[in-house]
C-alpha cells in the first residue's frame, strides 16, 4: 500500500514556474513507477509525465515536452514536477499515481493522491 500527498499548486502567471511535489508513505516507495496525471473541468483525466522506479525511463505528453520535467528522489520517497514556461492551458487538478509498472495511462495505476490545483492566469 502506498499513499500519495501532492502539494506546491497555485495560481501563476503565464510563462511562469512552480514544482510540485508527491510524498509517498510506505517502505515499497522505490519499487513503483511513479506518474503525474491532470483533469481540466469538463475534461478527461490525461497523461503528464511518468518516471520508472529506476529512474532511467521517462515519459512526456507532447504538450508539455521541453517544459516540464518529472524526477524522484527514492531516499526521500518523494517524486516532482518541474513546470516551466508554464501556459493557461496547464490549468488543471494535477494527481501523483504509482504503479506496478510505468504505464503512460492512467487505468494502469493503483494508487492516487488527492490532487492539488494549479491555475495559470493569461
Known amino acids: 500500500q502506498v499513499q500519495l500527498v501532492e502539494s506546491g499548486g497555485g495560481l501563476v502567471q503565464a510563462g511562469d514556474s512552480l514544482r510540485l511535489s508527491c510524498a509517498a508513505s510506505?517502505?515499497?516507495?522505490?519499487?513503483?513507477?511513479m506518474g503525474w496525471f491532470r483533469q481540466a473541468p469538463g475534461k478527461e483525466r490525461e497523461t503528464v509525465a511518468t518516471?520508472?522506479?529506476?529512474?532511467?525511463?521517462?515519459y512526456y505528453a507532447d504538450s508539455v515536452k521541453g517544459r516540464f520535467t518529472i524526477s524522484r528522489d527514492n531516499a526521500k520517497n518523494t517524486v516532482y514536477l518541474q513546470m516551466n514556461s508554464l501556459k493557461p492551458e496547464d490549468t488543471a487538478v494535477y494527481f501523483c499515481?504509482?504503479?506496478?509498472?510505468?504505464?503512460?495511462?492512467?487505468?494502469?495505476?493503483?494508487?492516487w493522491g488527492q490532487g492539488t490545483q494549479v491555475t495559470v492566469s493569461s
Open positions: 518516471i520508472s522506479w529506476t529512474v532511467r525511463n521517462t
Open positions: 499515481a504509482a504503479a506496478g509498472k510505468p504505464y503512460t495511462n492512467y487505468v494502469g495505476y493503483d494508487y
Open positions: 510506505g517502505r515499497t516507495f522505490s519499487s513503483y513507477a
